[in-house]
């Protein structure tokens, strides 16, 4: 599938209707999703065929991507149970095949790394500190293969070094810098709308044999 072709159909699924702030609830846009997940095909042949989790889905965009991109299994896990079922709508409307888990990241138990690949686009961490490491954490316990986040560019130093000392990645790469639209959702925005540096980061797990497990 065309990059041009995956952003259109990204761009025909439904987003937040009540998004909520205290989950730093922001769209994934077609833009930012197709190009995170072309590349993890493209460049390093990370979806097709491959068991792919969606980590605080929101309404399933990325794993939406994933799944036209021709990943084997697809599973969406998200604690709001109102997004969870945007992202049964758009799966079925796109005639796609999404496993959907209601379940904070944080209490999520699985046994080792059930996944190939791991992609999120986790909250930046603003409302509530530290949730963007959370994600990040979870997602190097979970992923064999790899896991690809998108995270303020203002955070990518402290990204690269929790990941590699903190949370066992074998190593930690910023694939490319984009621009992050947030959109007018919310009360205390003063503006239409606003861009963020956001890096695409590239995260390899340690196996567990590494981590001496």
């Excluded at 796109?94 to 791991?118: A, H, P, S, W, Y």
């Excluded at 303020?152 to 690269?160: E, F, G, Q």
């Excluded at 919310?186 to 390899?204: G, P, Q, S, T």
Aim: glycine share 8%.
């Amino acid at each position: 599938m065309k990059l041009k072709q995956l952003e259109s159909f990204l761009g025909e699924i439904q987003q937040f209707s009540n998004p909520k702030v205290e989950l730093e609830q922001y769209p994934t846009g077609p833009h930012i999703a197709s190009r995170m997940l072309y590349t993890a095909e493209n460049s390093f042949g990370d979806v097709s065929g491959k068991i792919v989790a969606d980590l605080g889905c929101g309404c399933g965009t990325l794993g939406a991507a994933a799944a036209l991109l021709g990943a084997e299994h697809v599973t969406g896990i998200d604690i709001d149970p109102e997004s969870l079922e945007i992202a049964s709508s758009n799966a079925e409307y796109l005639e796609l095949e999404m496993d959907l888990v209601q379940c904070d990241v944080k209490n999520l138990v699985l046994r080792g790394q059930v996944f190939d690949t791991i992609v999120m686009n986790p909250p930046f961490g603003t409302r509530r500190k530290g949730a963007d490491m959370e994600f990040l954490s979870a997602a190097l316990k979970l992923a064999s293969k790899a896991v690809y986040s998108l995270h303020k560019t203002s955070t990518r130093d402290h990204i690269k070094r929790a990941a590699l000392r903190d949370y066992g990645a074998q190593s930690a790469e910023v694939l490319c810098e984009l621009r992050y639209d947030v959109p007018q959702l919310y009360k205390f925005h003063k503006r239409k709308e606003v861009n963020i540096a956001v890096d695409l980061w590239r995260f390899v797990p340690r196996s567990p044999q590494e981590n001496g497990v």
